[in-house]
């Protein structure tokens, strides 16, 4: 059974930064694809950046610009840098793993809070 754990939310001011990291207990270079969701109180839960096993990654329109996700094979672990924050990025993030064609894995989900 595939475990993701994530780490780095937190309080932040308007325009700071935080870094998620989620990190795997096995080795992702076998996810197909590996991605950030977040589920803001009230909303529905959405994409927000994604990378493939051979590095592609798709951003949200909302997030472009401003967030980049990147991962570690060596340390089996998925990176969220997110500059620029705005009080609407403010929601639960979970980190997300898909294995071959039906299989997905989620994190706990990390609160990110932003202050305006």
């Known amino acids: 059974q595939v475990q993701l754990v994530e780490s780095g939310g937190g309080l932040v001011q308007a325009g700071g930064s935080l870094r998620l990291s989620c990190v795997a207990s096995g080795s992702i270079v076998l996810f197909n694809a590996m991605g950030w969701y977040r589920q803001a109180s009230g909303k529905q839960r959405e994409l927000v950046a994604g990378?493939?096993?051979?590095?592609?990654?798709n951003y949200a329109d909302s997030v472009k610009g401003r967030f980049t996700i990147s991962r570690d094979n060596s340390k089996n672990t998925l990176y969220l840098q997110m500059n620029s924050l705005k009080h609407e990025d403010t929601a639960v993030y979970y980190c997300n793993a898909k294995l071959g064609v039906s299989r997905d894995y989620w994190g706990q989900g990390i609160q990110v809070t932003v202050s305006s």
């Open positions: 990378i493939t096993r051979g590095g592609g990654t």
